[in-house]
């Protein structure tokens, strides 16, 4: 019992305490940029190391204050505190983050103001599969709209929330946040603050060996924005230490988008726009072990080991990350059943068509019944998504999602039938051979490249998304190295080809295929 209700507090309340050799560097570095709070928040203080440290870099405060939500570990700084000698102007507290009332109390802080912290590095998802009462009111707050805002888009970090909310609460007044996150809520919220014109006046990330400071393999930084009376310059520069001297790069916000590299978007700007092609995910079906299969002669085994015999109705073959990633002449392992071919199609057609595919899925409904997500509730059972016209295009341009380089493939039937890819992939449906190939040598160009690399920040769970794939406007980019006749002949369907699926918003008004 121990280990697990400890590993649930673990993760409800982000029990990584800071080290305090790392809490003096932190405040070491805050020092350095020239930072001399008169008032010290951390508002998820933990056993106080990084309160402290403040205290010790900054001895000119004049109010201090901790909280946390744990009795525990504000017993275990108010220990630490009596045998402080400024423990008159220090006040640890037990508080719920989320139910504070934290505009009036900053409100009544002198300036400058200093926010310092290590808040949960865990999303809303994980703390309400723990129950817990450690986490803010259920809401789409980045405002999703239709499947994302049920299929995780809408999940976000404790963290992220958390500062968001801190920036809103302390623009306009003369504060910084010093705060150690995962690299990627520091970006979210930057982007998120330059979106809504906070007056952020300079910001930084230093990035953190999470390995050695919390056993934990996390690209993680330590956060650092200012604010002011004046928007800055919206931009962000990186280190990668919290003692590195030399930036290593600059972040920043272009065109309503936080940009990894802006030299290389600045080169590569002119290709933004909307690309003619309709970028899709594969399919989504979140029961691996079923669904997807290996041949051996006439009979399929599934992820459980199970030997089967299935009609070929339903079998399609099928890649993954790592298969697209890959590279080269790819030869799918394994085949999927795709149970649809069109979202909430009634799969009931199944039993007539392929008996024995209708009876396999069965024996297997009560794993399908277990899926936890939304998208399958009150659809026909054995319910699959991402599914359409474009699934079945004999030519596909791919690319994982997963994989940090940016390598995209031609994928072509395999035995007659087309080849399907897992929702770990995105493609482009394609009616040619020769189709696929242009599209292809645009991709994979170096200007393409370029302008890709521009937005991708390498460290995040899925480099590559459809929001990114979909900025290259294909047909600036034909322009621009010299293959706009041909792109165009092909597209607009005059070269031939069986497959065409439509797309919305055509600039050209040239019939793309997607």
């Not at 056993?215 to 280190?239: K, W």
Request: hydrophobic fraction near 40%; include cysteine; proline fraction near 4%.
């Amino acid at each position: 019992m121990g280990r697990r209700s400890d590993t649930k507090a673990k993760v409800e309340f982000g029990d990584f305490q800071t080290p305090p050799a790392l809490a003096a560097d932190v405040c070491r570095r805050i020092s350095a940029l020239g930072i001399r709070p008169r008032s010290i928040v951390e508002p998820t203080c933990g056993t106080g190391s990084l309160l402290f440290a403040a205290l010790d870099a900054f001895p000119d405060v004049i109010t201090a204050a901790g909280f946390d939500v744990s009795d525990a570990y504000v017993r275990a700084a108010r220990k630490v505190l009596r045998a402080r000698r400024d423990k008159q102007q220090v006040t640890v507290a037990q508080e719920n983050f989320f139910e504070a009332a934290w505009p009036a109390r900053i409100a009544s802080l002198a300036e400058p103001i200093l926010f310092i912290g290590n808040p949960p590095w865990v999303t809303n998802a994980d703390l309400g599969y723990l129950n817990s009462r450690n986490i803010p009111e259920k809401a789409n707050f980045h405002g999703r709209a239709g499947l994302d805002a049920v299929t995780g888009k809408s999940n976000f970090d404790i963290s992220e929330w958390m500062l968001i909310k801190l920036l809103s609460w302390l623009d306009g007044r003369r504060a910084a946040l010093a705060i150690l996150c995962k690299t990627a809520v520091a970006r979210k919220v930057l982007a998120f603050g330059w979106n809504a014109g906070f007056r952020m006046a300079r910001a930084a990330t230093y990035r953190i060996d999470t390995a050695k400071y919390f056993g934990a393999s996390v690209d993680a930084c330590l956060f650092v924005c200012e604010l002011g009376s004046t928007v800055g310059d919206r931009a962000c520069r990186t280190f990668e230490s919290v003692e590195a001297k030399r930036s290593s790069g600059t972040l920043g916000y272009r065109d309503g988008a936080i940009i990894a590299d802006v030299t290389l978007y600045d080169r590569r700007r002119k290709l933004l726009g909307e690309c003619q092609y309709k970028w899709r995910s594969g399919i989504k079906h979140d029961c691996a072990g079923i669904m997807e299969l290996r041949r051996f002669g006439d009979s399929f085994e599934n992820g459980d080991g199970e030997r089967v015999n299935l009609e070929s109705t339903f079998l399609y073959p099928m890649l993954k990350s790592s298969d697209v990633a890959r590279g080269g002449l790819i030869h799918p392992k394994r085949y999927m059943v795709v149970t649809q071919t069109f979202v909430g199609e009634d799969t009931g057609r199944i039993a007539e068509m392929a008996p024995l595919t209708w009876q396999y899925l069965n024996r297997h409904r009560a794993r399908f019944d277990k899926r936890a997500s939304s998208i399958y509730k009150g659809k026909p059972p054995f319910s699959i998504f991402g599914v359409g016209d474009y699934t079945f295009a004999p030519w596909k341009v791919a690319i994982s999602g997963l994989y940090k380089k940016l390598d995209f493939q031609v994928v072509g039937p395999y035995e007659g039938t087309p080849v399907v890819v897992d929702d770990t992939c995105y493609f482009v449906a394609c009616r040619s051979e020769t189709e696929a190939r242009l599209l292809h040598a645009l991709l994979s160009s170096e200007p393409a490249k370029e302008f890709y690399s521009a937005f991708v920040f390498w460290d995040a769970k899925r480099p590559v998304t459809t929001d990114l794939l979909r900025r290259l406007d294909l047909w600036k980019l034909a322009q621009l190295l010299g293959r706009a006749a041909e792109f165009q002949r092909l597209c607009t369907g005059k070269d031939g080809g069986s497959v065409a699926v439509p797309v919305p918003g055509d600039q050209l008004a040239l019939g793309f295929a997607g």
